[in-house]
């Protein structure tokens, strides 16, 4: 069992940067693919960004959010991070950090999700 903890959401204005931080716990390690998914009010949830952790930091963003947020992870911590510059509006939405022993884009590819941190963007 995965136990993801979100951190670091906020309110920031157009253009600032955010940082969130994901402490995994439990099983979780290098052998997971972990990333982010978000849901803005209205909206279906969508996959934002992976790192596979047993190849490598290979890295996957989905293309709105393409050269302004940047995945990492600490496997000796247990830790994954989204770093978000250049925010925009429309990045407003909760953020989950995702958990899951196979890659994948898709909500139901992730077994483990955490509670959810707010980014707020204002313009």
């Known amino acids: 069992q995965v136990q993801l903890v979100e951190s670091g959401g906020g309110l920031v204005q157009a253009g600032g940067s955010l940082r969130l931080s994901c402490q995994a716990s439990?099983?979780?390690?290098?052998?997971?693919?972990m990333g982010w998914f978000r849901q803005a009010p209205g909206k279906e949830r969508e996959f934002v960004a992976s790192?596979?952790?047993?190849?490598?930091?290979?890295?996957y963003y989905v293309d709105s959010v393409k050269g302004r947020f940047t995945i990492s992870r600490d496997n000796a911590k247990n830790m994954v991070y989204l770093q978000m510059n250049s925010l925009k509006p429309e990045d407003t939405a909760v953020y989950y950090c995702?958990?899951?022993?196979?890659?994948?884009?898709?909500?139901?590819?992730?077994?483990?999700w955490g509670q959810g941190t707010q980014v707020t963007v204002s313009s």
């Open positions: 995702v958990g899951s022993t196979r890659w994948g884009t898709r909500e139901y590819d992730y077994d483990y």
């Open positions: 439990g099983r979780a390690g290098s052998s997971y693919v």
């Open positions: 790192s596979i952790g047993w190849i490598g930091s290979v890295e």
